[in-house]
């Protein structure tokens, strides 16, 4: 079995979680980070025993020289650790959203294929052992044919900034069951009913101070539309709850049978209902995998551990996908189009149509839309 030895760019909050899934992971080594706050990095090398922890990712990269580079920076830092690992030979594995913009996502993709090594984004919903038990019986015809899907945000944020935060979680969620989007139709309005328009564009953090830096955003309320190339459907709602509830949070597979629900941000919950048709008065019932829910000893897995399953999934995954030579199931691309489907619902609202994907402009939407209305 090879050793990989991984180092972390970006030491806050996620660069924990991360570390600590290589830790996990016997084929994996923690060779060093890169944080521009002296005492964070200082404080996560003395935490995780990593000496080599640098304030700049170029030196880490070129003095330890590590197999994968694991980017848990915020969105705006993501774009230069990436092209710099990918000159160097370096895989990369990346926290979500890809990028701020598709010229930079669209680099980030093009720069490690040309390098040829594997770019992966931490959408870590994909790695749920429940997303393949729900492939599986939408296969079998358990819910006849799957005609539709809704989704639905788990609120505390304004639309714009959950389109960024956890949007793009959702969006790859829905693309992992409907694939590839043909067009996209969104309406994005304010809180008091009126619809959002360019004067109300901000920055993430004038919208909510403590949310990570995600560029600029629009909309407190939000429902879009999109059809998939095979042709399903989506509706995806952002209505800007003041509370947040994880476990509305998530997507019902609509079938012309049943329908399956899954939901939740990190660990999951599953359910199921037979029939055409749920009346209000018709139940759900509940779908539960041991493999996801309980440890190899039986015991149920609290909130923190069932995370830590799922990052060493991630982790699993992209070396498989180095070792077999293949894209990883969260790929830089699936990343990438995540990210082209929230800016399409920003360009559909501004045209009031439907909009086809891919998108002709790569340039942020909302900064154009500043731009060009002066």
Known sequence: MKNYRIAIIGLGGMGGHHAEAVRAEENCELVGGAEIDAERGKAWGERFGVTAVYEEYERLLDEVAPDIALISTQAPQHHGPTIAAAQRGIHVFCEKPTALNLIEADEMVASCAAAGVKFAINHIKRASPYNKLALDMIESGDIGQLVQMRAFDKGGRWAGNSLMEMGTHLYDWVRLFGGDVEWAHAHLMQ????????????????????????????????????????????????????????????IDLI?????????????????????????PDEPWQRVQLVEEDRDETGNERDAA?????????????????????REPFAS???????????????????????????????????????????
């Open 255 to 279: 079938g012309s049978e049943g329908r399956i629900a899954v939901r939740e941000s990190v660990q999951t919950s599953m359910f199921a209902h037979k029939g055409q048709h749920q009346a």
């Open 191 to 250: 809180r008091d009913g009126r619809e959002s328009t360019v004067v109300d564009i901000k920055h993430t953090q004038q919208v909510h101070p403590k949310d990570r830096d995600a560029g600029l955003v629009l909309g407190e309320r939000c429902v879009a539309a999109f059809r998939f190339k095979n042709g399903l459907h989506a509706d995806v709602a952002y209505l800007g709850q003041k509370e947040t509830n994880d476990r509305a949070y998530g």
């Open 305 to 325: 551990g069932k995370r830590l399953l799922l990052q060493q999934l991630m982790l699993r995954d992209l070396i498989a996908a180095i070792e077999q030579d």
């Open 332 to 374: 830089g691309r699936d990343g990438r189009d995540c990210l082209e489907m929230i800016h399409a619902t920003w360009a559909s609202h501004r045209q009031g149509a439907r909009v086809h994907l891919p998108l002709d402009s790569r340039e942020h939407p909302l900064e154009r839309w500043r731009r060009e209305e002066g």
